[in-house]
């Protein structure tokens, strides 16, 4: 078993394997609306996070909603709660299942990598290497990688679409290899919202021969034991909460929503309106057995949790792709101040997004995702979230029915981000900070005594003495956290 190392010498009452916490279930106190109880398990060091989910219900309408967190591959938060089904008010279960929107991205994004990894796939090879018909109207020189950072400039199809037809795989694919570019591709970035699965999707299947759901489940889901599916059985069914959609109005408290409700002749309308998908079927046998893997994954936060362990450094073993790739995989690959379709800065790397704080802009919080500078991932229509942070080891999955107006994460969502990074990192929490201390052997015993805030920062030494390296540029912003504390760098690297 991984142990990370502030938690050594803080042994949880129970192994992980049984799936107990150090932290007592909450046996009274805050309740959801219905009067069930938030369940689950917590390592004493993440108490915030249960707070804020707490809070979330009781302050932030929450209504049922699970969040995992995983450090270096242990689990030190993994709570549920509140209700799944409106209707009923049946409980949010342990092995309660939602539909996740654009996390799904990620999954998506992860199964193109493999293959990658795997020589299969070339990230700078053009789309017809691998899809001859999708070289039409000015798409020739597209490039696999324009595919994945959403600069291909196919976020939408012009041709009015029959209801149903985002269910109907070659009917989308096909209409995309026709479709002619919004703009010359790899010129703009424009978040492809409902297109993304479709165009990666179609790459895998040619390479691979696998459907995309099968793909996941092959190489992914069964490998890392996930309750995740792209494309979900109908055995599965009776477990999936229904999702609550905010009202059109609230939708528009998003720039995206705003100008998609208001202008017919925008690409925001033609994404969300002109797709096939009739929004308020979504929760259909027919939306949930269909491989859409833009928005269609089915799971809850410990699947979406797990999934980003096995690339945050604490895998249990299983490691999907090299080290090469991952550093890739994580990298910034586009950024625009204004982005086509979502008409915000926005930052991707390739299928994945990037730390987004546009809580400046016109709808703030609705429209931002803020993560560690190295952190990647995706959030989902209505609030869902899963990223992985390379630096700190910490990966972390929320879900949720009672979604949210914004088009990235919602507050109750980002609560539990900040929660998590103030756990992990406590007063040292900037990464810059983190990369001064990282393999300071002899800073432990150099600030044993000091100021108790300086407890935290002990805690991230230990974690990072293997790799042998130092970063000079941060000695400033690290002395000052060190309250003064001044030290020669040479003597940090003994």
């Keep these: 078993m991984l142990t990370h190392p502030w938690l050594r010498g803080r042994a949880l009452a129970t192994p992980l394997s049984a799936q107990s916490f150090g932290g007592e279930r909450l046996t009274a106190g805050p309740r959801a609306e219905d009067g069930s109880m ?5 390592h004493p060091s993440f108490t915030r996070v249960r ?8 302050e932030r309408g929450e209504f049922g909603a699970s969040v995992c967190v995983i450090v270096d591959g242990e689990v030190v938060v993994d709570l549920w709660g509140g209700v799944a089904v409106s209707s009923t008010n049946e409980p949010w279960q342990e ?6 929107w654009s996390s799904t991205k990620g999954a998506t994004a992860l199964c193109a990598h493999i293959l990658v990894d795997r020589g299969l796939l070339d990230l700078d090879a053009p789309v017809v290497k691998y899809w001859p018909e999708f070289g039409q109207k000015g798409k020739e020189a597209t490039t696999v990688a324009m595919l994945m950072s959403h600069q291909a400039g196919v976020p939408a199809i012009r041709e009015d679409l029959p209801r149903g037809a985002f269910y109907d795989w070659n009917l989308m694919t096909s209409a995309l290899a026709a479709e002619e570019p919004f703009w010359e591709p790899g010129t703009r970035n424009g978040y492809h919202a409902f297109t993304f699965g479709f165009l990666v999707g179609e790459l895998i299947r040619r390479v691979s021969g696998k459907s995309l759901g099968t793909f996941f489940r092959d190489e992914v889901a069964t490998p890392l034991g996930l309750d995740f599916w792209i494309g979900l059985p109908e055995e599965e069914e009776p477990r999936v909460a229904p999702t609550i959609l905010p009202p059109l109005p609230k939708l528009g408290e998003s720039v995206f929503f705003d100008q998609a409700l208001t202008d017919q002749t925008s690409i925001p309308y033609l994404v969300f309106f002109n797709n096939g998908l009739y929004l308020f079927e979504s929760d259909s046998r027919a939306a949930h057995a269909a491989e859409i893997g833009a928005s269609g994954g089915i799971t809850n936060a410990r699947g979406l949790a797990r999934m980003y362990a096995s690339l945050a450094g604490g895998g249990r073993g299983v490691g999907l792709v090299g080290s090469d790739t991952l550093a890739r995989m994580a990298r910034v690959a586009s ?6 379709t979502g008409l915000i800065p ?26 560690g500078e190295e952190a990647f991932g995706h959030s989902g229509f209505g609030g869902s979230a899963g990223f992985a942070d390379p630096r700190t080891g910490l990966a972390f999955g929320y879900t949720m029915n009672m979604m949210g107006p914004g088009t990235a994460l919602n507050p109750r969502g980002q609560s539990l981000i900040d929660a998590a990074y ?3 990192a406590g007063p040292v929490a900037t990464s810059c900070a983190r990369d001064r201390i990282e393999h300071a052997k002899p800073l432990r015993k150099l600030v044993k005594g000091v100021d108790r805030k300086l407890a935290s920062a002990q805690r991230l030494t230990a974690r990072y003495e293997r790799t042998g390296k130092v970063f000079a540029g941060c000695t400033g912003e690290i002395d000052a956290t060190l309250g003064g504390l001044q030290m020669p760098l040479a003597e940090l690297v003994k």
């Design 38 to 42: 938030v369940s689950g398990r917590w």
């Design 95 to 100: 092995d309660t299942l939602v539909q996740v």
């Design 422 to 424: 103030q756990s992990l």
């Design 51 to 58: 707070d804020e989910f707490v809070r979330n219900f009781r």
């Design 335 to 340: 950024a625009t101040s204004r982005d086509v």
């Design 346 to 371: 926005t930052r991707f790397a390739l299928g994945f997004v990037k730390s987004m704080d546009n809580r400046r802009q016109r709808h703030g919080m609705q429209d931002s995702v803020i993560l």
